[in-house]
């Protein structure tokens, strides 16, 4: 065996046991430990692996100010060869994932600062907060978040800043429940944040965003994720990225035959101009009034709304409407999914945890309505908690599905 084989292998059993002893590797390979010794120290080098007393253990997580890979090509050079090679190895691919399922997420992470108020501020008036919290945030990160706690394997990818918060987004996510993540650093902009108001009275949310770094990432940085999206079976996008990025990970996700769910938020027309590479889009009632021109009011007005964006290009929608549960459009299939009854605390991050949870049932096999219904249980529990990352497990889930 050839020794680039030999590394390829090893990474290959450290990515399904997580860790493994020199001596066992030893064995495996019939080579001395010596020989398995250098062999870990060079992918330790190479920052694949992290060594520890007696062996080593996968690396999943990484802050990169530089690209860990280049595709050497032009983008849509390797969209052409990435199609190509998926009409020759379709029925090879197609046969079998039989680990949980994988969810990739490219979206944003902010760092979240919230101010709690008695009520919204009127124009030009000022409150006293009565308390206020820095935490981890954004669109992105939150839904990788949900989707992990709703039981699928995330690899999340996002771009910071070289500033206070790199370490910040780092330290979170190393000790969140994310399988994995990629995130690149941005030598023009800092990390982006959010300035969040959460009214005590009702647990409304008011959010104004610097996107910041989330704005930066390259195409060959989309491209560098090729890996971790081809062992996916949905990509999860948002707009709090700029969009070349998006609409770049979205012809990727295409060309590689990953389903994709685009969560259109915050609004942009650009939306619009990418829906031919997605499988399904789930705006909320004030986005999908946007998209289609009619103001939602109702679910006879969601409706509406649902057949105009389909019109526009869309297979298949799903319309939030809060506490008035979700509206589904598949084909000429309409199904409404009740919302579940909750006491709201704070609806910041409860689209994040309806997206982050569909995404994670799609991907585990669920057909569209019960992932649908199990993303509503799963957000109606991330209402009932203080701050936007703050997210339900899997078995509180089920529990509030078996109570309908």
């Keep these: 065996m050839f020794l680039e084989e030999r590394r390829q292998q090893i990474l290959e059993y450290l990515d399904k046991h997580e860790r493994v002893k020199v001596e066992v590797l030893a064995c495996l390979f019939n080579v001395t430990r010596e020989t398995i010794r250098s062999d870990l120290n060079a992918l330790s080098a190479e920052k694949l692996i992290q060594r520890c007393h007696g062996g080593a253990r996968v690396c999943r997580r990484s802050l990169q100010s530089k690209l860990i890979t280049d595709t050497g090509d032009k983008f849509e050079v390797l969209l052409k060869r990435l199609q190509i090679q998926k009409r020759k190895h379709a029925v090879q691919q197609n046969k079998g994932k039989i680990m949980k399922g994988k969810v990739c997420i490219l979206g944003s992470f902010n760092v979240d600062i919230v101010a709690k108020v008695e009520r919204f501020p009127k124009g030009g008036e000022s409150l006293l907060a009565v308390g206020s919290t820095l935490g981890p945030g954004g669109k992105g990160a939150n839904q990788a978040t949900a989707g992990s706690r709703a039981g699928a394997k995330v690899h999340f990818v996002s771009k910071v800043g070289k500033d206070q918060f790199s370490q910040f987004a780092y330290d979170h996510l190393t000790s969140s429940e994310i399988h994995s993540f990629t995130l690149y650093q941005s030598d023009t902009e800092p990390t982006g944040n959010a300035i969040i108001y959460v009214s005590q009275e009702n647990g409304e949310n008011m959010i104004a965003i610097y996107s910041g770094a989330n704005t930066t990432i390259s195409e060959d940085e989309v491209a560098a994720i090729t890996p971790e999206l081809e062992d996916s079976d949905v990509l999860l996008v948002q707009l709090e990225n700029n969009f070349v990025a998006t609409l770049s990970a979205m012809k990727l996700a295409k060309a590689l035959g990953v389903k994709v769910i685009l969560n259109p938020a915050p609004f942009s027309n650009n939306a619009l101009d990418c829906l031919e590479y997605v499988d399904l889009i789930t705006p909320n009632e004030t986005e999908a009034s946007q998209l289609s021109g009619i103001e939602v009011q109702d679910l006879a007005s969601a409706k509406e709304a649902a057949r105009r964006i389909v019109s526009q290009g869309a297979k298949r929608v799903i319309i939030t409407m809060g506490s008035r549960g979700a509206l589904l459009l598949d084909g000429d ?30 991907a585990n096999g669920q057909t569209l309505v019960q992932a649908a219904t199990y993303a509503s249980a799963f957000a109606s529990l991330a209402v009932e908690r203080e701050g936007a990352s703050n997210m339900p497990d899997h078995e509180q889930v089920l529990a509030r599905l078996a109570q309908r």
């Design 333 to 362: 299939q309409f199904q409404y999914i009740p919302a579940f009854p909750a006491m709201s605390v704070d609806t910041t991050g409860a689209g994040d945890a309806f997206n982050g949870a569909l995404a994670s049932s799609i």
